[in-house]
Structures are given as structure tokens and as C-alpha cells.
């Protein structure tokens, strides 16, 4: 019995170490307009995911609060609603933590899916 608490709390020890996203990200890419260049700061509650995002091509670059944030085990999903002239395009995160990165699939309106990987600042 005792072999199999030890068990259950070394599997839930490890999916809240596999969840810990807080703190500061960042990440660079090429994309169909050029390298991008962001931060991320996130802040984790449970399952909900909160923060800010600024970045952008250099000659754009938006700050903003991202919305719809999840955390479940070690995978991430949020919106960055990024403003260009009078319009908001949505961009759908979802990634996946693996140690101190979190591989992304972007999805940028109706225009592109990008990869791209998230790296924990120290």
C-alpha cells in the first residue's frame, strides 16, 4: 500500500514540475514577413494561464495580455490578439514544455501556421 502512494506522488510530483511555466520567455523566427522577436511572461493559477506578450516584426512589435490561457500537464495554449494599423489578427498558440523550451504551432489568422521555440530566461 505504502509502494503505492510513494508511486502516485512521484507521477503528480512530476506533472507539477512539467506544468511550471511561470516566469520569462522568449523566442526567434523567420516567417513569411520576416524574423520575429518576442517575450513572453507567464503566470500560472491551477490550470489557467495569464501574461504578457510583446513582440512582433521589429518595425511592428505590440505589447498585449494574452487571452484564453491553459495549462494542462505539459501543454500550453493561448491568444495574442496582435494589432496591425486597424486591425486585430488572432494568433492561436499551443505548445508542449520540454525542460526549459516550449515547442509552439502558431496559428496566424487565416494567413499561415508557424513553429517556433519558446526559451525559459535565466
Known amino acids: 500500500m505504502t509502494l503505492r502512494y510513494l508511486a502516485l506522488a ?3 510530483a512530476a506533472a507539477a514540475f512539467a506544468a511550471d511555466v511561470n516566469g520569462k520567455w522568449a523566442a526567434e523566427f523567420d516567417t513569411q514577413i520576416g524574423p520575429q522577436k518576442y517575450t513572453y511572461d507567464f503566470k500560472v493559477d491551477g490550470a489557467t494561464l495569464t501574461g504578457k506578450i510583446k513582440g512582433g516584426p521589429a518595425e511592428r512589435a505590440n ?3 494574452l487571452k484564453e ?3 494542462s500537464g505539459d501543454e500550453v495554449s493561448f491568444v495574442e490578439i496582435f494589432k496591425f494599423e486597424d486591425n486585430e489578427v488572432r494568433i492561436e ?3 508542449k514544455l ?3 523550451e516550449i515547442k509552439f504551432t502558431r496559428k496566424v489568422g487565416d494567413f499561415a501556421t508557424e513553429e517556433l521555440v519558446a526559451k525559459r530566461v535565466k
Open 98 to 100: 520540454v525542460g526549459d
Open 63 to 65: 505589447e498585449s495580455d
Open 10 to 12: 512521484v507521477v503528480f
Open 69 to 71: 490561457g491553459k495549462v
Open 93 to 95: 498558440y499551443k505548445g
